[in-house]
Structures are given as C-alpha cells and as structure tokens.
C-alpha cells in the first residue's frame, strides 16, 4: 500500500519560496505521476502540477512561472518549490499519486500559511 | 482550461435517502471524468473513474453516469457516514480541473 506524507515549514512570508518535501512509502517514485494539489481554507481543489514517471513536468498554466516540482529517486521523495508567494497561496498542500485516469493514494495535507 | 460546475453547492438529505449530484463541463470530455469523497479534517478518496467505474472497496450505493458534458453521482441508500464533500475532476486535458464541490449533509 503505497502511503505519502508532506513535509516542510508550515509559515512562510510574503515574497519567499515555498518549499515542500513528498516522501513515498510502499512505492517508488519511478512509476506512475507525482501530483501536487493545494486547497485555501474552506474552499475546492486546485491542481498544481505533476512530473511523470519519465520525467517530465506538467504545471498549471496560472502557476507554470512560479513553480518547479523535482524528484529524489536515491530517497524516494519528490518536492515543490513555490517562489513569490502571497496570502493567496496560504493553503492546505496535498501530495498525490496519480495513476491515469484518477489520483488514487493522497497524502493528509500540510497546511501553509503565507504572513509575516 | 474546463470548468466544471456542481449543482447543488449544498444538499441536505435524511438517512436512508438518495441524492443526485451533477457535474457539468464546460465541453466535452468523453467520459474522462471522476467522482472524489472529502470528509472534514481528511483527504478526498477516489470514488468513481471514468464516469461509471466504481474503485475497490467503495460502497455499491456510490454509482456513476453520463458522458460528454454531462454527469450524475447517485448515492443511495444514504449513510450518516456519506456526510462529506463530493468533487468532480476531469482528465481529459491539462490543466486537469475540479468542480467547485457539493456539501452533503446527513440530517
């Protein structure tokens, strides 16, 4: 049973670089896509980005400028990293595997908040 | 990008009853399209892909339909424990997208 769990500081001020850590248990990060999905406070899902099996990375258009999403395959863990962030970035970030057509294995979710 | 819009936003139902939630895209994505469980405080679970197909494990009261632009997710039967939010998400392009979600409340 493949499990994920989110890691990284929970504030991050204005202007700065968001940073998230994915660790994968029970599953490697060779197969299949490794998806972030963010969630404001009270509000629905949005879809960050994924980097596939082979490699390559697909981000949302409306974030494409401001996010890289990167894997470890020595230590089985994939990140993100969000720069300029602001207020409206304060959300509930998700790890996610996705495995065509569906994300089927979710991490619980870190909350990070944008203050200074 | 497609936009998929749920209706209702809210719906509150007795236990023992059934309820239809729609998910209406923006064009037609075939039947590219799936069906998510939130319960506060945890994360969405995977219900139903590709319109109809139900995953493993989940309940025979969750079904599936439609195609195109249009679909439908009956819960039957309701449980106190369907309280939750229910997303819809396609996959047919990028950017995949999600409905807005659709409060259920168990009364």
């Known amino acids: 049973q493949v499990q994920l769990q989110e890691s990284g500081p929970g504030l991050v001020k204005p202007s700065e670089t968001l940073s998230l850590t994915c660790t994968v248990s029970?599953?490697?990060?060779?197969?299949?896509?490794w998806t972030w999905i963010r969630q404001p406070p009270g509000k629905g899902l949005e879809w960050i980005g994924y980097?596939?099996?082979?490699?390559?990375?697909y981000y949302n258009p409306s974030l494409k400028s401001r996010v890289t999403i990167s894997v470890d395959t020595s230590n089985n863990h994939f990140s993100l990293r969000l720069s300029s962030v602001t207020a409206a970035d304060t959300a509930v970030y998700h790890c996610?595997?996705?495995?065509?057509?569906?994300?089927?294995?979710w991490g619980p979710g870190t909350m990070v908040t944008v203050s200074s | 990008e497609i936009v998929l819009t749920q209706s209702p936003d809210f719906q509150s139902v007795t236990p023992k009853g059934k309820v239809t939630i729609t998910c209406r895209a923006s064009?037609?994505?075939?039947?590219?399209l799936h069906w998510y469980q939130q319960k506060p405080d945890q994360s969405p679970k995977i219900l139903i892909k590709?319109?109809?197909q139900s995953f493993s494990g989940v309940p025979s009261r969750f079904s599936g339909s439609g195609s195109g632009t249009d679909f439908t997710l009956t819960i039957s039967s309701l449980e106190p424990e369907d309280a939750a939010t229910y997303y819809c998400?396609?996959?047919?392009?990028?950017?995949?997208?999600f409905g807005q979600g659709t409060k259920l409340e168990i009364k």
């Open positions: 064009q037609s994505i075939d039947g590219n």
């Open positions: 996610v595997r996705y495995k065509p057509p569906a994300f089927d294995m």
């Open positions: 590709y319109a109809s």
């Open positions: 998400h396609q996959s047919s392009s990028l950017p995949h997208t």
């Open positions: 980097l596939s099996y082979s490699g390559s990375t």
């Open positions: 029970g599953g490697s990060v060779t197969t299949d896509f």
